[in-house]
Each structure stands twice: as C-alpha cells, then as structure tokens.
C-alpha cells in the first residue's frame, strides 16, 4: 500500500505570495491532519479534515487555511506569507480520526 | 493548556539500553504516541499507550502511567541507525472535543560506536 504523498516537495517564495501545497492520504484514510515543523517550536498542529469537514484546528492564523476533498485529498494554503512561516510542512493520515498517524515526507517551504 | 516535556538530547553507546522519558499535564488524556524522525525524514510511528503498563514491540519498548502523567521509550541493543529525534506525542480533549495530538519538542539520541 501506497504511502501518504505530498507535494511538492520544496518550494521557494517570497514574502506577500501564497502557496498551496498538496496531500494523499494512504488509500482508505478518511482523516488528514496538518503540521508545521520547525527547529524553534517542534511540531505543531494545525488542522485536521474528516470527510470534507475541518474537525479540529490548532493555533494558527488564518492566513493558514485547508480543505479536504471527497476522495479524502487534502490542500492547505498559506495567504500573505512571512519570513515567519518557513518551515516543513507534514502532512498525515489515519483511518479515522484519533487513530495512529501516518506522515507524509513532507513540503519544505523556504519564504525569502 | 497541554504541556510535554523531555529531554533535549541524549548520548549512547552502540549495544547499549537507553530509556527516553516523556512527562505531560494535560486534562481529558486519551493515548500517548512515539515517533521516531531520522534528520531529513518524516516521523515514523513506534508505539502507542493508552493503558497504563509496558508495551513491548521488538527492541522497542514503551511505558505509560496515567496517574504519573509519565511515558518512557526503552530502545535495547542499540544500533547506529537508532540515531534520530524521538517525538513523544499526548491525544487528549482538554476541551471536551474532539481529540488532538500535541506533540514534544523531540529528544535527539546520538548513538556512537
């Protein structure tokens, strides 16, 4: 069975820009949760989508924003970028909410 | 709010036990995970608590007890590939909904010959 996917892999951007990265869940998980990592803060929560429907979201801007389509494939975009939001971006799945998860490799967004 | 704490980095030698300690605060707990993050890569998941009591998977070994707010990691025979950030990780709705995973700032074990 297939991995969770991500893409891209590495992006570069500048500040001001937006960026949409990209996420497939491991075939047959229904949930896709989001994270941000960074040397500073570790790895920190940013939402989590079940069927379609953002169930949970941590603390984060709304510049940060998500959605999730019916075939469980999950987007998140970041408006406005800062220097601030450099960091790898994971991306995980789970059969079902609360269940173990499974990340992703990762998107590594460098904001210039 | 949720609170995780464990050390920093931690050094071992090859062949060697380590145990790696995990302490939280938090209020509605449901589970505690860990992950290993080699440097580059994404998490991989290692075990999972929920009852309090020794896991044992392998030369991987984790152990939780809720009324301490307390988990270790057991890693036995230690390989160098065994180098890498370990992620502890608490499920909980400190809210009353639904539950969200916190994760630790990672301890960074250094295995050398």
């Known amino acids: 069975k297939a991995g969770v996917t991500q893409t891209p892999r590495y992006l570069i951007k500048t500040r001001g820009q937006q960026v949409t990265l990209s996420c497939s869940p491991i075939?047959?998980?229904?949930?896709v949760s989001w994270y941000q990592q960074t040397p500073g803060q570790g790895l920190q929560f940013l939402f989590e989508?079940?069927?379609?429907?953002?169930?949970n979201k941590g603390n984060f801007p709304g510049r940060f924003s998500g959605r999730q389509f019916s075939n469980s494939r999950s987007e998140m975009n970041v408006s406005t970028l800062e220097l601030g939001d450099s960091a790898l971006y994971l991306c995980?799945?789970?059969?079902?909410?609360?269940?173990?998860?499974?990340f992703g490799p990762g998107t590594r967004l460098t904001v210039l | 709010g949720q609170n995780i704490d464990q050390p920093t980095e931690m050094t071992a030698t090859e062949g060697a036990i380590v145990q790696i300690n995990c302490t939280y605060q938090?209020?509605?707990?449901?589970?505690l995970f860990w992950y290993q993050q080699h440097a580059g890569e994404a998490p991989t998941f290692l075990s999972y608590?929920?009852?309090?009591g020794l896991e044992e998977k392998g030369r991987f070994s984790s152990f939780l007890s809720r009324s301490k707010g307390y988990s270790y990691l057991l890693l036995k025979e230690l390989q160098m590939k065994d180098s890498a950030s370990y992620l502890c990780?608490?499920?909980?709705?400190?809210?009353?909904?639904?539950?969200?995973?916190?994760f630790g700032r990672g301890t960074s074990l250094i295995v050398h010959p």
């Open positions: 995980a799945s789970s059969l079902a909410m609360g269940d173990t998860q499974y």
């Open positions: 075939s047959g998980h229904r949930s």
């Open positions: 989508y079940f069927s379609e429907t953002q169930r």
């Open positions: 938090t209020s509605g707990f449901n589970g």
């Open positions: 608590n929920v009852l309090d």
């Open positions: 990780a608490v499920r909980a709705n400190p809210s009353g909904g639904s539950y969200i995973p916190t």
